[in-house]
């Protein structure tokens, strides 16, 4: 039976201490929710990783927190 990934949060900063990004890493991998901010604040796109690959529906924000575009990412 396979192990279950063991994610810990992790966060990256702009160098003004402002949030990046932040996302589960399972190990060295980009895994599960992850998160991309502006130096604002606001959001600017989110998705999701397994096995560090990007899966499943991505979003890209405007300034103001609208949605602006989606991307369906398919697996290889």
Known sequence: MPRKKSIKLYTHYHKDGTVWAKGGMAGETMEGYWEWFRKDGTKMRSGYFN???QVGTWITYDKK????????????
């Open 51 to 53: 096995g560090g690959k």
């Open 65 to 76: 927190g609208r949605i602006v575009k989606t991307t369906e990412m398919q697996v290889k």
